[in-house]
């Protein structure tokens, strides 16, 4: 079955960095797109960034532009999120997903568990 395992959360003081790993299994990961996103208590979920199929190609939400980076490597099949400058409103559960078509619009079709990340001295 399809897994897709997160890790690289904590605790860390803000400005630091903290970098994400999302491992997969199950699926032919070099055909997916692949996103972050986070959840922070009594939010909606929100995407952060999503990285194409190669890797060439990248977008981020406002919240994540400057500070966060998605990179993804297809021969160990997991995709990354390097976060710097951490800000306590980063504060959130961060969640991987393997994006699939639906009519012409790119949703989540799998997610990971998440990993917590939070920010404080």
């Known amino acids: 079955q399809v897994q897709l395992v997160e890790s690289g959360g904590g605790l860390v003081q803000p400005g630091g960095s903290l970098r994400l790993s999302c491992a997969t299994s199950g699926l032919i990961f070099s055909g997916y797109a692949m996103s972050w996103y986070r959840q922070a208590p009594g939010k909606e979920r929100e995407s952060l960034a999503t990285?194409?199929?190669?890797?060439?190609?990248?977008n981020y939400a406002d919240s994540a532009k400057g500070r966060f980076t998605i990179s993804r490597d297809n021969a160990k099949n997991t995709v990354y999120l390097q976060m710097n400058s951490l800000k306590p409103e980063d504060t959130a559960v961060y969640y991987c997903?393997?994006?699939?078509?639906?009519?012409?619009?790119?949703?989540?079709?799998?997610w990971g568990q998440g990993t917590q990340v939070t920010v404080s001295s």
């Open positions: 997903a393997a994006l699939v078509r639906r009519s012409s619009t790119l949703v989540p079709g799998y």
């Open positions: 990285v194409t199929t190669t890797g060439t190609g990248t």
